[in-house]
Structures are given as C-alpha cells and as structure tokens.
C-alpha cells in the first residue's frame, strides 16, 4: 500500500481509475443448461476518474449503472477490457493484489439494513476489515472511534453496542459510511446510497458524504437513478443507457446544456415541485428500455428517440461526439 | 353548499404492538369533492398508509377499531357492518391501487381476468361483458388490448402498474386512491403513469387521494395537500399556497429539503427525528425539530383556520379563528 501512495505523489495528473472498453456479460441459461446468450449489462464503457472527484453514475433500473459498481469492486469479473487502478490493471492483480486493492476501494450499499450484519454490534461490524488487514486491537478501538466521529455518530460510546436493528435508517447508512471508509481508501462507490431514505435525512447523507470526500480528497463515484440530486454532490455526471454511457459532461454543463435525446428526455420528465404540473401532460418517449440481451442495432436508444433518423440510427453505432466544448455525448446527431 | 364526496372527520388508529399502543393517525380532518385530487404528503412512519388502509377497511389484526367519522357523500361508511361495506363500498366507490401492488398480481391467472374480476365478483357480470370493460380500461390507461390475454411476468413493471391501475378503475369508482403508485418504477415510467392519471382525472372525473413521500411527484397531480407529521395533519392547503407559500414549520423545511433541478439553492435537512408514536409529546408534536417553536408550544395548537380552506396546526398562525 505503500508504495502506491508515494507513486501517487510522484504523478498528480495520472487518472485515479479508468474504465477501457470494459464489458460485463452475464451468460443467461434455462434449465441450468440451455444458453439462451447474454445479457450485456455493461458493453463497451470507457471513462476515467481524477483523484478527488465527485462523479455521478446516472440511469434507470437495467441500464447496467450497479454491475458497473460491481465491477470496479472486483466483484465481477469483466467479460473484456480492463479496470486500471493507479496505473494497474486490475486483470492481472493476484489474489493478494485483489485484497489489497479492495482497502482501497471502499463501498456504500443501497439498503443500509441489508448491508449490515444483524447480529453484530457497530464495534464488531467496523473492526471486521480491520481485522482481516492485520491492524492491532488499539489501533483498530482507535481507528472506530475517529470513524465514527467523522460520520456524526457521536459520542462514539452511545454506538459501539448497538446492533443494526437499534439504529434509525439514517444513522444505519452512518454505519456503512463509517465500514466504507475505515480501511482509507482513495476510491469510494455508493451505489443509490439515499434511495432507502426519507426526503429530509436524504440531504443529510449526501452531505456528509460530499464532505468526507472533499476533506479527505476521495474519488467518489455516486450512482444514482435520480438527477434532481446530482447537482449539489458532484462535479461531473456519466448518464448511461442499455449498457453504454451515452453522455459526459460537467454537472452545470449537463444539467443546463443536455445534449443526447435519452438526457432530454429524462431532464424534461423530472419534476420540481410546483402547482402548474398538474396543468399538463409530460413529454415523455414511448417504449420502454431494450432488453440486454438483443441490444437494438445502432444507436441503442434509436427506437424511443424522437429525433431518429431512419436509415442512420438505426445502423451505425454512434461513437462520442463533443458538440460543446468538454461535453461529450455519443449522438450522431452531432456529426 | 354541495356536500363533499368524502369527508373525513377525527379519524383516529391506533395499533397494538408488544412496546404498547401506537397511535398511527392521530385526529385526522380533510375532506374531498367531486373531480378533486387530494395529496396526503408525508415521510415513512407518518401514518399515511394506515390512513388509506382505514379509509377502506383492509386493516391488519393488530389494528384497533378506528374513530372518528368518514362521510362518503353524507353517509357515514364506517357505520355500515362489514358485508354492506364490501357490497356497496369496497371497489364499487372507492377503489385502492395499494404500494407495490404491481408485484401482488395472481401469476397464473391472464391479466384481463384479473382486471375484470372485480365486476364479475360485485356486480355478477358475464365474462364477455366484464371483458368488454376490461378493454375499454385498458385502452384508459394506454395499454394494447392484446395483453388482455398475457400473463403479468409477461409484462415490465410500467405496465403491471397500468395494470393494477386498470383494476382499479374498472366499476368506475367515484374515488381511487393510491398509496405510493410511483415510487418503484423508474423516471421516465413513473412520468408516463402520472400522466395517465392526469388524463383519467380530466375525462373521467375521478377523485383521487394520492399518498406519497415524493413532493415533486405530488405537485403532479395535486389540487389540494394534505401534510402529515406524526400521525397528524399538520397543513391543508391548496397546490398553488402548499407548493408556492408553505405556511407550517415542518412544510417550509420540507421544501427546503428537495433537491431540485433547476435551482442553485442548496437543499437543507430537517435535524432531529419524529417522535416515537408509542408516546407522542401532548404538546405539538413537531415542537423538537422547529426552529421557530416557543412557549405556546408545549400547548396542542389544534387545527388554525387560514382563509377558506386552508387549516394550519401551528401557534404561529394563531390570528385564524381555531377549529378544535
């Protein structure tokens, strides 16, 4: 671990995390043996992540957005391509490298109660990785306590004893924060971490969240099905669509400027509350997103888009065109 | 003045659970006319589900006997014994999309018997006729009638929501409501969904009540809102005062808590928690969390009259003559 840290210093530019062409494929079978193809959950991704960014992952159920968390964890193999992390690729880490590379990568489940062990107490749930990274026991009493105080569960006594089912929901996802967070690592995934959550604790989170991650510099990647929550937690939003990121931009450039028809489409569906909605009807394109199994040929939101172009559309895959400056988004439309 | 189509009067519930009593809707008011759409907006714990479930009488066993009155066009529909209720109430004039129903479809049985069951069951219908209707429900809620036949894994949740929703306006009822219809389902779906219910709203004039969480989703479809906190209603007031001028501490915070699109105000958090039902402060109950509460407020405020229709519990709207 070391040793990647002080690489890091000597090279400040280098990408914290890059996706290459990466693709998770599930093989889909009947009966335990029939192959009925498979279902490609992520197909064809490239991006990369500097270090201390705040970056969102935006989409809807199916669009691949969590097997894509799950493959940054190293908890799917991918299919092809690669995951390259502080200039490693992840392929060829051992099962040694695999562990030391899961401390530096910390994760932030969807439901906080499911991700809790239910019978153990938050001392015992935050000593576990310490535990197995080899950290003494008043280290590790040390480590839980600053943990805890950093995620707002204080005093850290009136915690230590209490079990999951004890905690409110809000003060359970402090826990996972806390789990995430205890191994220190450079790179943090939540996936939907609020979505469980009542509107007035949600804000909560994604603040203490946001704050983790600007003080101690992290690379945060927040996934999300929800844009009106992007804004104020991350500089730069990814929206996916059946699989691929269809657009990349800033969060003001993106939310303001959206330029791929599947984000036009999403931004004018969101409502912010006022009275007038009621009034009218939304825009909103029919259909419903393609099976991952049999993609449709071309651009994959070609059958729903408004704005398809026979003959074009629906043939050539649309790679990613930057119509405004450092606002990329795969429409060939902008060619 | 014509008599609401629904009007609710000091409804009261309480469960009974090992820890004690726990008084889910604590004197509840509101009520609804013809061609309204009433949202009852609050966050999980409030007692809003169990409002829906009381108003239709599909309680769970630990639930104690509700109080208070419920006036469906001036009759009194909890004084009516249960077989009347199922006969003449139950989904013939209030209708229930219930949260996450689209998973509770009969799997083995084709959708359009689903749908028309109810006509069949309540009004004796033959098949081909209570079919007849389930196509003209279908077309209602934007689904092809070729899936009159399907079975529901056939179909994606979108479409087994419009399903249940189909179910559910299918005796034609004067009143629907709906416990959380959205919140699985994905942006652009739920988008879809909302606007099916503007549409049956304007063409076939039903009254709805719409419980939800979702403040943004409420304003699209509410005429009036009805916030709960606690167990109580906390705020009634039209869409344009409710989502323009909130006037209870709780809803100003609230609003201040949504996140939004196209606004660079940061949304805040309300700190604190609700109080424990088992043993709800007598005072207001929203007092620990309120940023302007004084002395009054150890004090039951009741309910304050704001204008016509616009009821405020709240001290700090104490100038509007009081209610209870």
């Not at chain 2, 609710?8 to 519930?13: A, K, R, T």
Request: some cysteine.
């Amino acid at each position: 671990m070391s040793h990647a840290t002080s690489a890091a210093r000597v090279d400040a530019d280098q990408p914290l995390v890059e996706a290459r062409d990466l693709r998770t494929w599930f093989e889909l079978r009947q009966w335990g043996f029939m192959r009925l193809g498979s279902v490609k959950a992520v197909d064809g991704v490239n991006f990369s992540l500097r270090r201390g960014e705040s970056v969102a992952f935006v989409g809807e159920s199916g669009c691949g957005k969590s097997s894509l968390a799950r493959t940054l964890l190293g908890l799917h193999q991918p299919t092809e391509g690669d995951v390259i992390f502080e200039g490693q690729s992840m392929a060829r880490l051992g099962r040694r490298g695999m562990r030391d590379y899961r401390a530096r990568v910390g994760y932030v489940q969807q439901d906080p109660f499911g991700a809790l062990p239910p019978f153990l107490d938050v001392r015992r749930i935050l000593a576990e990785p310490l535990k197995i990274h080899g950290v003494g026991r008043s280290e590790r009493e040390r480590r839980i306590r600053a943990v805890l105080e950093e995620v707002r569960l204080s005093p850290a006594d009136d915690y230590l004893r209490k079990f999951p089912h004890m905690l409110s929901g809000g003060q359970q996802q402090r826990v996972v924060i806390a789990r995430a967070l205890i191994l220190e690592p450079s790179l943090l995934i939540a996936d939907e971490p609020v979505s469980m959550l009542d509107a007035s604790v949600r804000v909560e989170i994604l603040d203490l969240l946001y704050r983790i991650q600007q003080r101690r510099e992290l690379t945060l990647a927040f996934i999300t099905h929800d844009l009106s929550t992007v804004r104020h937690f991350a500089d730069r939003i990814f929206v996916m669509y059946a699989g691929r990121i269809v657009e990349t931009a800033t969060v003001n450039e993106l939310l303001d400027h959206p330029q791929h028809p599947y984000t036009q489409a999403l931004l004018a569906a969101l409502a912010d509350p006022d009275p007038d909605n009621a009034l009218e009807l939304r825009e909103v394109p029919g259909g419903e997103a393609p099976s991952l199994l049999n993609p449709p040929p071309g651009c994959r939101f070609h059958p729903r888009c408004p704005k398809h172009m026979p003959g074009v559309c629906d043939v050539e895959d649309p790679e990613n065109f930057e119509p405004r400056p450092g606002h990329l988004s795969a429409c060939l439309l902008h060619r | 003045m014509a008599v609401p189509l629904l009007s609710v009067e000091n409804l009261s519930l309480n469960y009974h659970t090992r820890q004690g009593l726990v008084q889910a809707v604590a004197g509840v008011d509101f009520e609804i006319r013809h061609r309204e759409a009433l949202v009852v907006l609050g966050e999980s714990g409030c007692g809003k589900s169990s409002l829906a479930k009381t108003l239709m009488r599909t309680l769970p066993r630990n639930a104690g006997r509700p109080e208070g009155r419920v006036l469906l066009e001036g009759e009194d529909i909890m004084a009516l014994d249960e077989e009347r209720f199922r006969r003449q109430v139950r989904w013939l004039r209030i209708a229930l999309v219930m949260q996450a129903s689209m998973n509770a479809l009969n799997p083995v049985v084709r959708v359009g018997e689903q749908v028309a069951e109810p006509l069949r069951v309540l009004r004796g219908w033959s098949r081909v006729r209570a079919q007849e209707r389930a196509a003209e429900v279908f077309d209602l809620v934007g689904i092809s009638t070729d899936f009159l036949t399907r079975y529901p894994f056939e179909l994606s949740g979108g479409m087994r929501q419009r399903v249940v929703l189909a179910m559910a306006l299918v005796t034609d009822p004067q009143l629907i409501i709906l416990d959380e219809p959205t919140s699985a389902l994905d942006v652009l779906t739920q988008a879809s969904i909302m606007n099916v219910l503007k549409r049956i709203k304007r063409e076939q004039g039903t009254s709805f009540i719409l419980i939800t969480h979702d403040v943004a989703t409420s304003s699209e479809l509410a005429d009036r809102v009805a916030l709960m906190y606690a167990g109580q209603i906390v705020e009634t007031s039209s869409a344009a005062e409710f989502f323009r001028e909130p006037a209870h501490p709780y809803a100003r915070m609230l609003m201040d808590s949504v996140p939004r699109l196209h606004q660079e105000a940061r949304p805040t958090h309300i700190p604190g928690q609700p109080p424990s039902l088992l043993d709800p402060p007598s005072g207001c109950r929203f007092a620990d969390r309120c940023p302007q509460r004084f002395d009054l407020c150890e004090r039951d405020p009741g309910a304050f009259r704001k204008g016509d229709r616009r009821r405020v519990r709240c001290w700090l709207h104490a100038g509007g003559s009081q209610l209870s």
